[in-house]
């Protein structure tokens, strides 16, 4: 699907007031981020795919996502819908001690030139890489449409 990059500013400036809530945060003040709901509805292309995940920043400093690889996919980019479209988005901030949700109608990630076709049943590995906790690894589920929106929605914000 096309993407703009008009509006990355935007979408910056409004990250400070969206999608966050307090977690507990650990008692080192380490780094660490965990990922919880990865989640992808049933694509209806052969070739691109979309996913959900919620980001808690458990540590004690604000961290940033900085990218998302997988082996089934050419490239996994970050969008985020504003206004109705998508914009891509170069990197993801987490404030500290914050729940960050990639769910419908919000952040969401982009899988593009997926290997194979992938169908209700399949798995997919996501490696998130971030600007100060290790690396995180999840395999998401892919599910059918609704299933796949309510465990991305499920939960507290
Ligand atoms: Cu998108």
């Given amino acids: 699907m096309p993407v703009t990059a008009a509006g990355r500013l935007w979408v910056l400036v409004a990250l400070a007031s969206v999608g966050c809530r307090p977690v507990p945060e650990r008692s080192s003040g380490a780094p660490e981020v965990t990922v919880t709901r990865a989640v992808l509805p049933a694509p209806p292309s052969?070739?691109?795919?979309?996913?959900?995940?919620?980001?808690?920043?458990?540590g004690g400093s604000t961290d940033t996502l900085l990218g998302v690889r997988s082996p089934q996919a050419g490239g996994v980019m970050l969008h985020a819908m504003v206004g109705g479209r998508m914009e891509m988005m170069p990197a993801l901030p987490l404030p500290a001690g914050r729940r960050v949700r990639l769910v419908p109608g919000s952040y969401h990630l982009m899988m593009r030139e997926l290997v194979q076709p992938l169908v209700i049943g399949d798995t997919v590995t996501l490696e998130l890489r971030f600007a100060k906790a290790p690396p995180v690894v999840v395999r998401a589920p892919v599910l059918r449409?609704?299933?796949?929106?309510g465990t991305a929605m499920s939960g507290p914000n």
Avoid: G, H, I
Avoid at 46 to 58: Q, S
Avoid at 145 to 149: F, H, I, R, S
């Fill in 145 to 149: 449409y609704t299933e796949a929106v």
């Fill in 46 to 58: 052969d070739t691109e795919a979309t996913a959900f995940l919620t980001l808690d920043n458990r």
